[in-house]
């Protein structure tokens, strides 16, 4: 149930990395609620879809067009970037990218929609961000077990182009892009911080991911 809650916000809040794009602004208050309340939207509509192939090219879409893969990669990678050369760089950039739309599809989404509810508390505007805190209640999505409600606080920012963009995401107090740094972290500590190694292994991870995608069944609606 941790990991389906962890996929409905990954997509809620637009799963980004940290940017701090020069002349970044915070994003109206207004303007953060409207947005939070459309992606919302929009993703409990993509899940309810039951054709699977039409379901992924919607969560597809959404990751390409919301998200900021680029800033997630950089996050992620952090200090160990200054080891990489340009080549290596665009490896794991194009690597980062094929992982980030394989990962939701390992996992079963095919449940009742009309069981999520998503909860705008509260907006508070700060100088550079605007942070919205909400709760995400999953309510029963079996028959037998009921899921609490889990507390939700991201960050937006309007971007130099005027694009809103997540910064930021905490569940029950853990980051879930920090977390991503800390498992990319031990993959490269585990090839003794030899990037070659690691961005092999990476693209063996990433090619598994999509051999497991490729071979499951889809469901036509």
């Not at 002349?23 to 039951?50: D, H, Y």
């Not at 911080?193 to 991870?205: A, G, H, S, V």
């Not at 490729?214 to 469901?219: E, N, Q």
């Amino acid at each position: 149930m941790l990991k389906l809650l962890k996929i409905f916000c990954m997509f809620l809040f637009v799963f980004t990395g940290i940017a701090q794009a020069q002349g970044e602004i915070a994003v109206p208050s207004t303007a953060a609620r409207a947005w939070a309340n459309s992606k919302g939207n929009e993703l409990i509509q993509a899940l309810a879809t039951t054709d699977t192939a039409v379901k992924y090219a919607k969560l597809d879409k959404m990751m390409t067009e919301d998200v900021n893969l680029d800033y997630i990669s950089k996050f992620v990678i952090g200090k160990y970037a200054r080891l990489m050369d340009n080549e290596q760089k665009q490896k794991y950039e194009s690597l980062f990218r094929r992982y980030a739309l394989s990962l939701y599809k390992k996992t079963n989404l095919d449940f009742d929609v009309n069981n999520i509810n998503f909860t705008i508390n509260t907006v508070s505007e700060y100088p550079k961000f605007t942070n919205v805190i909400c709760t995400v209640d999953l309510g029963k999505l079996t028959k037998d077990i009921e899921i609490e409600k889990i507390p939700v606080k991201f960050k937006l920012i309007r971007s130099p182009d005027h694009n809103i963009q997540a910064v930021d995401v905490e569940i029950s107090n853990v980051s879930m892009v920090i977390e991503y740094r800390k498992r990319f972290y031990q993959m490269i500590h585990d090839e003794d911080e030899n990037i070659d190694w690691f961005l092999e292994k990476f693209e063996d991870k990433v090619k598994a991911n999509e051999e497991s995608i490729t071979a499951k069944p889809t469901t036509a609606g």
